[in-house]
């Protein structure tokens, strides 16, 4: 199983966005999810 976070409320660099809410990419060997409960198309 691989969890990517590819949003978060933080940044550890300002090369990084960054905003209240969460999105993470999931993904198995039989699926593949995208988590998104973030409150813009910062990651689109």
């Given at each position: 199983?691989?969890?990517?976070?590819l949003?978060?409320?933080?940044?550890?660099?300002?090369?990084?966005?960054?905003?209240?809410?969460?999105?993470?990419?999931?993904?198995?060997?039989?699926?593949?999810?995208?988590?998104?409960?973030?409150?813009?198309?910062?990651?689109?």
């Amino acid at each position: 199983m691989l969890i990517k976070t590819l949003v978060e409320n933080t940044s550890i660099s300002k090369d990084f966005g960054y905003e209240h809410g969460l999105s993470l990419y999931i993904e198995t060997t039989k699926h593949k999810i995208l988590f998104d409960v973030g409150t813009s198309d910062l990651f689109s």
